[in-house]
């Protein structure tokens, strides 16, 4: 059985991402004559940051199932064999990852990889991942 964990979502990113999008959205509607030339190239490209910005806000979440953990961030995806998995532990790193707070987990896997993740049940998911055998959980 499968279990999906959305995101924590900080009130911080989530500013930024918004005001990215806000951003965008007032530079595009301040454009004369958006359906010609550049204007209308910078309304595509506009359009398109501001869809990977709604994009990642809503679709930041992970699934566990029997064998792996897959974080899902926007267009990115990643697989972790759950057998693969050699630490789990909390920290506040801000290096780049499918989490959308700061308070994350770091997940150590295979030769020397690292994910972080930040599930809004964090608890619920340290468990579901004990309960399937993966070792190295420090809560």
Do not use: N
């Amino acid at each position: 059985m499968q279990h999906t964990y959305r995101s924590r979502v900080d009130g911080k990113i989530g500013v930024v991402i918004a005001l990215a999008a806000l951003v965008l959205v007032l530079a595009g509607a301040s454009l004369p004559d958006p359906l010609h030339g550049t204007a209308f190239a910078l309304h595509v490209v506009g359009l398109l940051c501001l869809s990977l910005c709604v994009w990642t806000l809503l679709g930041t979440y992970y699934v566990i199932d029997a064998s792996s953990l897959v974080a899902h961030s926007g267009p990115f995806r990643w697989t972790i064999p759950l057998r693969e998995i050699r630490s789990v532990r909390s920290t506040r790193e801000t290096h780049s990852g499918p989490a959308l707070s700061f308070d994350r987990l770091r997940v150590e896997f295979g030769a020397g990889r690292v994910l972080l993740v930040s599930p809004r049940e964090k608890e619920a998911f340290l468990a579901d991942l004990a309960s399937r055998g993966v070792r190295g959980i420090e809560r």
